[in-house]
């Protein structure tokens, strides 16, 4: 997946990778590579 959404693409529906801690569950690893913050 990483491969097919690069920084040239994320344009619109997403934005850049946001860094987590490395504890972070699957889904904020999920959300953040989607470019949101799943922190409150």
Do not use: C, I, W
């Not at 690069?6 to 889904?27: H, I, P, Q």
């Amino acid at each position: 997946m990483r491969s097919g959404l690069t920084d040239e693409n994320r344009s619109g529906a997403f934005g850049s990778e946001v860094s987590l801690s490395d504890d972070a569950s699957a889904y904020e690893r999920l959300v953040a590579f989607a470019g949101r913050d799943p922190r409150p």
